[in-house]
């Protein structure tokens, strides 16, 4: 009988090790910088939407909304934040103009879609610096 419980603890005590490494897998704050069309996006995410946010690069052509998006200007992630296994979810913007952008864990393809348009573009880990290139 001592046996079965001495094992059934290992076996219990392995299994919980194991999950809980693959707990411990993601490592916060996540950087990326993401390329979406002409504009350079980085993401600074932490395990909720608390401290998280994004800013665009400064060299990306102007907005037509100027006053809500300062280029280089660090804006914090007010509304929907979502970290899943496969994918993380951000969303932004206004009631009016609602901004989402759906990264890939995997490919780290991104796709950000706002009034019905959508563009899709790739991510690095880490911020990555620019020079002109003509």
């Known amino acids: 009988m001592q046996v079965r419980k001495i094992k059934y603890l290992t076996t219990v005590l392995l299994t919980l090790l194991v999950s809980g490494g693959l707990w411990a897998e993601d490592e916060f704050p996540i950087e990326l910088t993401c390329e979406v069309g002409a504009e350079t996006i980085f993401f600074y995410l932490n395990e909720t939407k608390d401290g998280s946010w994004y800013k665009l ?3 990306n052509p102007q907005r037509a909304d100027k006053k809500k998006h300062k280029l280089g200007e660090k804006k914090p992630i007010k509304r929907q934040y979502e970290i899943k296994p496969n994918s993380i979810f951000i969303g932004d913007g206004t009631l009016l103009v609602q901004e989402t952008y759906t990264i890939n864990r995997y490919s780290l393809r991104v796709i950000f879609t706002v009034m019905n348009s959508t563009v899709s573009g790739q ?9 002109k290139q003509i």
């Open 123 to 131: 991510c690095y880990k880490g911020f990555k610096e620019y020079e």
């Open 57 to 59: 690069h400064e060299t």
